[in-house]
């Protein structure tokens, strides 16, 4: 898990004990907070002076923040509260709130987070105080922008205390077009119509400092193994080597040497002659996170998009934005934010680097919030979509998570435009709906827009977890008996990191005809065996992984009806469920997965958006 991940988390595992220490903790009590905070903002030191518990309780109130957002379709009456704990934690945190941003420095941020993640051993130290001082511009004018509300506030601390508002499932409206046009639901293709092979490639996360024979077993101290170990602690520094780091990368931490991936790209473009375009979605960086800066951002995006087209050089080649593209991670800022802020450098980077593919009239659309729509041929057409813009780790939307930029109703008027046109949309973007990094407003909307360009809609294609996944998305968004509408499909990732095999996908789709549905008929998946790979005579060959996914799993067709009955068929059937599991990891050898595991996936799966009903019926979902 990348290093801020877990701080946030650690942040979150102490919220329910600050209350054992209110009453000592004398910067939530002192009548001069501004002196205590301020003199902490000096010196991160002074944590220790406080006591753990002193500091833990303001740097937990200060990542409270981090999760409030202003209210978004909040009721408006509140539980009546009238507990002496509830009044003095919100005269508390009145307090804190009032001096922020008039006594605290920006430092004071960078500083709670390294004194977190290095007090309870997060990440090396060097580690915890670049990702401090790489948050703490966007983190400071998030804080200064939200609405910390009292009530929020405590409500998360204290159990008695009202209900907190969440910005990680709440939600709000998208207009829906309406007039829905007469259902037209998949059905499976007809067999002999002309068919299109496209490849898709996601996650190389390649890193430029990958060094043969360097520790790929680091994860007890970092975040990101098979590099130079840049460490001032001489001691872990200067280990012996437990696992050197393979010729062609290393199943484990550790993301791909870029020798790798131009190897893969020149495999796939020898061996597969035939495909018809590529799509590519995103996460070129490193899991270094910590040394995020633009301009190396902006050279990797130039690199890694020349290296593409070299490959394919007569192909059309689609891009899509990955989470890994912002700076700091996850950041994709809407435009009401300060200048400072502003997107330009991502936004004109990929605008310029990917013009070849994208038309003229959709410049300004990509130079504003990252996306765009093509049309390789009439009756068709491709949406690139920035769904950074609804990343629940991106910051910035915890001031203002509702249609960031118009992103949401931009979708909705390219789908309705398609439907009048009568031509079938494919959509192209990173996170899926309803995985963790998706906020539920964003999830649920385009769950809505889903149901609604059902006829339109051919596929959704993502990535991004890395590993082999899908979501069905239903006619009734909390009912999984109701009718499977579609699929979204996640496929695999080309980096190393972590544990799994280098891996490509190929869908083969309904062609170029009159009347052709562009839906997905099959796809297969090729994988580099890194432990083949890496002994003698170090041969990179690809092997198959499978060769059709309705064989795979004995599919009549891919519909989402199949897909649906999967789900429920491995609740019980241990055999395909192993096979699914083999083919997440993409090896023969994989951590087991124990029944509430098991449930997790089962339930992962139905969930397109955040819904709890949706996994009612399996057993041990949380």
């Not at 987070?113 to 990702?131: D, G, S």
């Not at 699929?487 to 789709?509: E, K, L, Q």
């Amino acid at each position: 898990m990348e290093s801020y991940k877990r701080i946030l988390l650690q942040f979150s595992a102490f919220l329910p004990f600050l209350l054992l220490f209110r009453v000592i903790s004398t910067c939530l009590l002192s009548d001069k907070p501004t002196i205590l905070i301020t003199n902490f903002c000096i010196s991160k030191s002074v944590c220790m002076w406080m006591g753990l518990a002193q500091g833990l309780q303001i740097v937990c109130l200060l990542a409270a923040g981090l999760v409030l957002s202003n209210p978004v379709n909040r009721e408006s009456a509140d539980q009546l509260l009238v507990s002496a704990e509830c009044i003095e934690c919100r005269y508390s945190v009145q307090l804190l709130e009032s001096q922020w941003g008039e006594d605290t420095k920006e430092k004071c941020l960078a500083d709670l987070v390294a004194f977190v993640c290095e007090t309870f051993n997060i990440e090396r130290p060097f580690i915890c105080q670049m990702i401090g001082t790489n948050y703490e511009a966007e983190a400071v004018y998030v804080l200064s922008q939200i609405l910390l509300d009292p009530k929020d506030i405590c409500a998360l601390l204290l159990s008695d205390c009202g209900t907190f508002f969440d910005p990680l499932v709440a939600t709000w409206n998208q207009t829906i077009p309406p007039n829905k046009p007469p259902l037209n639901p998949k059905k499976p293709v007809q067999a002999g119509k002309p068919t299109l092979r496209v490849l898709h490639i996601s996650d190389p996360h390649i890193d430029m400092d990958y060094q043969i024979g360097s520790e790929a077993q680091c994860d007890e101290h970092f975040t990101l193994c098979c590099r130079p170990l840049n460490d001032t602690n001489e001691a872990i520094r200067d280990q012996p080597i437990k696992e050197p780091a393979g010729k062609w990368g290393t199943t484990g931490i550790c993301d791909a040497p870029y020798w790798m991936v131009d190897n893969l790209l020149q495999q796939i473009a020898q061996r597969h002659k035939d495909i018809d375009y590529v799509i590519v979605t995103g996460d070129f960086e490193s899991h270094a996170i910590w040394d995020y800066a633009r301009d190396t951002h902006q050279r990797m995006i130039r690199n890694v998009s020349q290296l593409i087209k070299s490959h394919f050089p007569d192909k059309q080649i689609y891009f899509a934005l990955g989470n890994h593209e912002g700076v700091p991670l996850d950041s994709f800022a809407p435009s009401f934010t300060p200048e400072e802020f502003h997107m330009d450098w991502l936004y004109g980077t990929v605008a310029d680097e990917w013009k070849p593919y994208i038309p003229a009239d959709q410049d300004k659309t990509i130079r504003f919030n990252g996306c765009y729509m093509v049309k390789p041929w009439p009756g068709f057409r491709i949406i690139s979509l920035n769904n950074g813009l609804g990343d629940s780790l991106n910051l910035f939307l915890f001031i203002n998570q509702t249609d960031p930029d118009g992103t949401m109703s931009w979708l909705s008027d390219q789908l309705l435009d398609a439907e009048k046109a009568g031509d079938k949309v494919h959509i192209v973007a990173h996170i899926p709906p309803g995985t963790a990094e998706a906020l539920e407003g964003w999830s649920l909307n385009y769950y809505k827009l889903a149901i609604r360009f059902e006829n339109t809609i051919a596929a959704h294609i993502m990535a991004h977890v890395h590993s082999e996944e899908f979501y069905v998305i239903y006619e009734d968004p909390e009912d999984f008996n109701s009718r499977p509408v579609d699929v979204v499909f996640s496929a695999p990732c080309m980096t190393p990191y972590s544990r799994y095999n280098p891996t490509y996908r190929i869908y083969t789709i309904d062609g170029k005809y009159d009347g052709s549905t562009y839906q997905v008929i099959d796809f297969e998946e090729w994988i580099m065996n890194l432990t083949v790979a890496n002994q003698p005579p170090y041969d990179p060959t690809v092997e198959q992984l499978y060769p059709s996914i309705l064989k795979e799993y004995g599919f009549t067709a891919n519909l989402p009806s199949e897909w649906s009955n999967m789900i429920n068929q491995m609740k019980t059937d241990d055999t395909l469920f192993n096979q699914y599991m083999r083919n997440f990891y993409r090896r023969n050898v994989y951590p087991v997965c124990d029944a509430k595991c098991k449930a997790s996936w089962l339930c992962q799966a139905r969930q397109a958006h955040h819904s709890k009903k949706l996994c009612s019926d399996i057993p041990g979902h949380l």
